[in-house]
C-alpha cells in the first residue's frame, strides 16, 4: 500500500468494551467512536489489533448484545471506502465471519506482514507469542479448538455470554494490573519474539497490543518495536504517515 501525502495509517488496541459494565464502559465507547470520526478526515487505513471487545462469541446466528455506536461507525468508515483490518484478541478470539459479512472488514487470527511505502511491518494481537506463558499458550489452545467452540455453541446465549463476561472480567485482564508494568526488555516476551525474527527476515516495525503498555523499543538495526497501550487508562493509539510511526495520546 502506497500512503499518499497528506494520509495516515492509524492503529488501535485493547479496548476491552463492555468490561468492567456496560454503564462504565459506554464512556469510554463513546470516546473511541469520537476519535474514528475525526481520523476518517486523513485515514488511509485503519487497524485494530484485538481485544476491542472484552468478550465477543458468535454464535450460529446470534453476536453479543450492545457496541451499536462502535460498530456503526466502523460500518461508516468502511463504507466510505476507507480500509479496515482486525486482528483477533485473547478476549475476542472467538470472532468468526461476522464482521467480513456484516462491515466487509477482514479478521486474522495470527500476526501479519504489510509493507506501506517500502517499509515493511509485521502486525498482530501478540498474545501467546515469544518464549514463556505456556499456561496461557495451553489454554488458548483448548479455547481456539474447533470442538471446543461447539461445544460451546451449545450453552443458550442468555447463559454462555454472561458466564463469559463473568469470567472475562474476574481474571483481571481488563484493569491491566498485571499486564501494565516494564518488565525490563529481557523479560518483554514480544521484545524477544521481534528480536527472534529479525534472525530471519527484516521488518522495520513490529505493532502489537496485548500489553496494555504504550512502548516503542529498538529491537535491531533500524528496526523498532511498538506496542499501542489500551484505551482503558492511556487512549494511546499508532500512526504512520509513509515516514515515521508515532505513538500518540488522544
Do not use: C
Request: net charge neutral.
Amino acid at each position: 500500500m502506497h500512503i499518499l501525502e497528506g494520509k495516515k495509517i492509524y492503529f488501535s488496541s485493547d479496548n476491552h468494551l463492555g468490561a468492567p459494565t456496560k454503564e462504565l464502559s459506554k464512556p469510554r465507547e463513546k470516546k473511541f467512536v469520537q476519535w474514528l470520526d475525526e481520523i476518517k478526515e486523513d485515514a488511509a487505513a485503519i487497524f485494530l489489533l484485538g481485544d476491542l471487545f472484552d468478550f465477543w462469541f458468535e454464535y450460529k446466528h446470534v453476536v453479543p448484545k450492545g457496541f451499536v455506536r462502535v460498530l456503526g461507525k466502523l460500518a461508516e468508515i468502511r463504507d466510505s471506502g476507507i480500509p479496515i483490518y482486525f486482528f483477533v484478541g485473547n478476549h475476542d478470539l472467538w470472532m468468526d465471519s461476522y464482521f467480513q459479512d456484516e462491515l466487509n472488514i477482514p479478521v486474522y487470527h495470527q500476526p501479519k506482514e504489510f509493507v506501506f511505502n517500502n517499509k515493511t511491518f509485521l502486525i498482530g494481537h501478540g498474545d501467546g507469542l515469544g518464549p514463556g506463558d505456556k499456561g496461557y499458550k495451553r489454554m488458548k489452545k483448548v479455547f481456539t479448538n474447533r470442538f471446543s467452540k461447539w461445544l460451546y455453541r451449545w450453552f443458550h446465549p442468555d447463559l454462555g455470554v454472561p458466564l463469559a463476561k463473568h469470567l472475562s472480567v474476574k481474571n483481571k485482564l481488563i484493569s491491566g494490573d498485571e499486564d501494565a508494568k516494564f518488565l525490563g526488555e529481557e523479560k518483554e516476551w514480544l521484545v524477544q519474539y521481534a528480536k527472534r525474527k529479525l534472525e530471519t527476515r527484516h521488518y522495520d516495525y513490529f505493532v502489537f497490543g496485548h500489553r496494555h503498555l504504550p512502548l516503542s523499543i529498538e529491537v535491531g538495526e533500524n528496526s523498532t518495536y511498538h506496542n499501542l497501550g489500551d484505551w482503558i487508562t492511556y487512549y494511546t493509539y499508532g500512526t504512520f504517515d509513509g515516514k515515521e510511526f508515532e505513538l500518540k495520546e488522544y
